[in-house]
């Protein structure tokens, strides 16, 4: 079966950077859609960054500029490169598959079938 495993999270004081990583297995890796999603304490989960089996992404406003998303299909793994991290951006971040292209849903957790554990992120001022 699908199974979605994050790495990568911490601590870490603002202006710092850390690099997510999601292991995936238990399907065509490449053909999918891959997103990564966070959620804060009280909030709802939001979309950060989606990229589409062509390597094409997308990213919330709130983090362009400072966050990278990549796929490495070879090696069944999707990355989050997160760079100028704000105490907002602490959240629990999780990793998430769609069958479909990115691009018939692209932030919406609806869209994706299958998502990991999630990795904590805490950014200190």
């Known amino acids: 079966q699908v199974q979605l495993v994050e790495s990568g999270g911490g601590s870490v004081q603002a202006g710092g950077s850390l690099r997510l990583s999601c292991a995936a297995s238990?399907?065509?890796?490449?053909?999918?859609?891959m997103g990564w999603f966070r959620q804060a304490p009280g909030k709802e989960r939001e979309g950060v960054a989606v990229?589409?089996?062509?390597?094409?992404?997308s990213y919330a406003d709130f983090v362009k500029g400072r966050f990278t998303i990549s796929r490495d299909n070879a090696k069944n793994t999707l990355y989050l490169q997160m760079d100028s991290l704000k105490p907002e951006d602490t959240a629990m971040y999780y990793c998430?598959?769609?069958?479909?292209?990115?691009?018939?849903?692209?932030?919406?957790?609806?869209?994706?079938?299958?998502w990991g554990q999630g990795t904590q992120v805490t950014v200190s001022s």
């Open positions: 998430a598959a769609s069958r479909i292209s990115c691009f018939g849903g692209l932030f919406s957790v609806n869209h994706y079938g299958y």
């Open positions: 238990g399907y065509t890796y490449s053909s999918y859609c």
């Open positions: 990229i589409d089996s062509d390597g094409s992404t």
